[in-house]
């Protein structure tokens, strides 16, 4: 069993930067695809940002690229997102995933998911 928290959401203004963190615990390893998904109110989540397991290889939607970076930790306890540049079209519950998966990107489903964390950017 793989148990994801996220933290670090809050309001922010446009322009701003916040960072998230997923702590990351039970069994995990190789196998899995580390990554977020975000979820507008009335929308459908929508892929954000992923990552292998060690971090080496990353990969990010279109409209967060260049904005947005997935990291984790050297103990890979903890899987980072750092929103830069961030828009109103930013505002979303953010959410930590785990999906059994030897890539970079995720193919569904996800195998696990965190509680979410609410960002929101004010125009």
């Known amino acids: 069993q793989v148990q994801l928290v996220e933290s670090g959401g809050g309001l922010v203004q446009a322009g701003g930067s916040l960072r998230l963190s997923c702590a990351v615990s039970?069994?995990?390893?190789?196998?899995?695809?580390m990554g977020w998904f975000r979820q507008a109110p009335g929308k459908e989540r929508e892929f954000v940002a992923s990552?292998?397991?060690?971090?080496?290889?990353?990969y990010y939607a279109h409209d967060v690229e260049g904005r947005f970076t997935i990291s984790r930790n050297n103990g890979k306890t903890t899987v980072y997102l750092q929103m830069n540049s961030l828009k109103l079209e930013d505002t979303a519950v953010y959410y930590c995933?785990?999906?059994?998966?030897?890539?970079?990107?995720?193919?569904?489903?996800?195998?696990?998911w965190g509680q979410g964390t609410q960002v929101t950017v004010s125009s």
């Open positions: 995933a785990a999906e059994r998966n030897f890539g970079v990107r995720f193919a569904g489903p996800v195998d696990y």
């Open positions: 990552m292998t397991w060690s971090g080496d290889v990353t």
């Open positions: 039970g069994r995990t390893n190789s196998g899995y695809v």
